[in-house]
């Protein structure tokens, strides 16, 4: 115990001693988490609002203007309520160009230039969730393309499938950039560490020649990459945390129509903690590199 105290004390008096290398070292250990804690903020909500869009997906199916009542007939065949369509309902034209104007009424009087009615008349389906009706709803939706009287099938699991596939392309990439990053902190880490032994190396042969402990002798150089990664660890958080809620209000805040704001949260209380753990050691392994190799 007296030597971990020891290794404290030596450790913030190098910091404080060095505080422009140890400025360095610390901003470096800060970027390679924030930037990885960054990716893990974004991947975890897109995966978070994917999951919730895709248990309430959607199929719209367009018609064509021309479209028959036998044809009509066929297409409601179609789409019976059952194990996959859980509720539809049919949007006329004339419904359509109203949403439209509801929703876009800075583009009303270009739709009335036009002299008639551009929008389709549809089908709005409610989709069942699970993954045991993905594939019965693929095939749904080849058969309504290939339907007489069908304009267009639009299809909410599909940019929801190609959603994830982007979430994972992301977060490996995350991991692969901050894990350069987290090797470059490392580095830097024991060269700083490096230069307060060497700035010491008459008072550290001293002590070995009157038979200190290692302990004593390593112990606050390995205690300064510590604190280092601990100190990175916690600025890095901070940063998060601010850059979260700033981009949070300013970006979000008018997206809340399709955006669930309660859905969008920061990283968990475990993660953070992984994350200060994580810049502790870092910084340890670049004291213990840094300590045993001089």
Known sequence: MRAIQYAIEEAVLSLRRGR?????????????????GAFLVVTANLERLATEWGSVAEMSVYLKDDLTQDQRRAIEGELALG?????????????????????????????????ENPLPASYELRLRSG?????????????????TGVADVRYDRQWLSRLLSIVAI???????????????????????VRLALYARRDEL???????????????????????????GALIALVGLTLAFFVVRGRYLTPLASAVSLSSVRFLPAEVCVLLVVGGMAVGCVGGIVAAWRS
């Open 205 to 231: 042969e001293i002590m070995q020649l009157v038979g200190a402990p290692t302990a004593y002798i390593r112990g606050p150089f390995v205690m300064e990459g510590v604190l280092q990664g601990g100190f």
């Open 20 to 36: 422009q290398a140890g400025a360095l070292s610390t901003a470096t250990i800060a970027l390679a988490l924030f930037v990885l």
């Open 83 to 115: 194990d996959v369509i859980a509720s539809r309902e049919y949007v006329s034209k004339a419904d359509a160009l109203a949403r439209f104007r509801q929703t876009f009424s800075d583009l009303t009087s270009t739709v009335e230039t036009l002299g």
């Open 131 to 147: 993954a045991t009706v993905a594939d019965s709803v693929d095939r749904l939706a080849n058969r309504l393309r290939g339907t």
């Open 170 to 192: 992301v977060r490996r990439v995350g991991f692969g950039l901050g894990a350069l990053l987290t090797l470059a902190a490392a580095l830097t880490v024991a060269n700083v």
